[in-house]
């Protein structure tokens, strides 16, 4: 995570359990466990959240991210699984609209 580049944010969003922990108090340890598990956390593997936004494009129809954001400044910071897809579709849709 690190960083963003463009502005400095503190990407971080913080460990999976203990945010999920401080968000739902009146959830049993048990509970918050299995959903922190959920997202691949476990006691010897501990997750982080990210703040980075993930943008997935309409487009395309398989469930991946085409590239991530910044919160902040919302440059782009990451090229997601898609990002080829999403950039072809991108530049095949630029021809399209200048050469009807």
């Known amino acids: 995570m690190g960083l963003c580049k463009y502005c400095g944010l503190d990407l971080d969003g913080g460990d999976i359990y203990e945010v999920l922990k401080r968000e739902y108090p009146e959830e049993s340890e048990e509970i918050l466990l299995e959903w922190a598990k959920n997202y691949g956390w476990t006691t010897e593997t501990k997750k982080r ?27 782009i910071i990451r090229k997601g699984t898609y990002w080829d897809q ?12 200048k050469d009807p």
């Open 86 to 97: 999403y950039k072809a579709h991108i530049l095949k849709r630029a021809e399209e609209v």
């Open 49 to 75: 959240f990210s703040k980075e936004i993930g943008h997935e494009h309409p487009d395309i129809t398989d469930d991946g991210v085409a590239y991530y954001t910044c919160p902040r400044c919302n440059k």
